[in-house]
């Protein structure tokens, strides 16, 4: 069946802390990935995209993220946290011959401490 | 910049009752969908509209949901009988093309008693 995998539901660190959130998908065919971000009280947003090309992308306020093939990853990267990245993440699939559904893991709830 | 709008923002309603929660997509954008969340729970997508058609919808979407864009801005969800398990966050998005980004609107909490 096809799923989407968030590794940690809830990450607590400190500002300056490097953040990684890990995302693994299972799909048949080619996928589109993106990482959106759900600040608190806000909507939905995206943070970033892959759709081909360069494998690490880059994203709004300093994120990135790796697209691994082989492993099925597409993990989310911040060197240094802020207490402003205090949102809810939520990567998302998408098949490239479909009609755009998203199919999003449960999110990742982080929470950063001055 | 533009964005997605929703209203209402919350709404609380009897169970068996209909209920017609309404989007403005972007104004360029020609794809549309309707995803929900029920309380902590992942976002399931519904449906997602095209050329006043539906192109694609999930096993939630039964007979007792449809879809509708009324006029050239409004694209709405309706819930014939509402049903307890339907209370949920329900989130409209729009894109410019089916594999773009797909930009949400702030949700619709709805709460079926």
């Known amino acids: 069946a096809q799923s989407v995998s968030q590794h940690n539901h809830h990450v607590i660190l400190s500002e300056a802390a490097s953040l990684e959130l890990g995302c693994n998908y299972s799909?048949?065919?080619?996928?589109?990935l993106f990482w959106y971000v759900q600040y608190p009280g806000q909507h939905l947003q995206l943070l970033l995209k892959?759709?081909?090309?360069?494998?690490l992308v880059k994203g709004i306020k300093g994120f990135e993220a790796e697209f691994i093939k082989s492993k099925f990853s597409f993990n989310l990267r911040k060197p240094s946290v802020q207490w402003s990245d205090t949102a809810e993440y939520f990567c998302?699939?998408?098949?490239?011959?479909?009609?755009?559904?998203?199919?999003f893991g449960a999110g990742t709830q982080v929470v950063v401490t001055p | 910049e533009p964005e997605v709008t929703q209203t209402p923002s919350h709404q609380v309603t009897q169970m068996g009752q209909e209920v017609i929660l309404r989007c403005v997509p972007i104004s360029n954008h020609l794809y549309f969908y309707w995803y929900r969340q029920i309380l902590g729970q992942k976002v399931e997508f519904l449906v997602s509209f095209y050329n006043n058609e539906i192109s694609e919808k999930s096993e939630i979407f039964d007979d007792q949901f449809s879809v509708e864009r009324p006029d050239g801005s409004n694209f709405t969800l309706k819930i014939r009988s509402t049903k307890l398990e339907d209370s949920a966050m329900y989130f409209c998005?729009?894109?410019?093309?089916?594999?773009?980004?797909?930009?949400f609107g702030p949700g619709t909490r709805l709460l079926v008693l």
């Open positions: 892959y759709f081909s090309g360069d494998p």
């Open positions: 998302a699939v998408t098949l490239t011959d479909s009609w755009g559904k998203l199919q």
């Open positions: 998005a729009s894109s410019v093309r089916p594999q773009e980004t797909q930009y």
């Open positions: 799909y048949g065919g080619t996928v589109n």
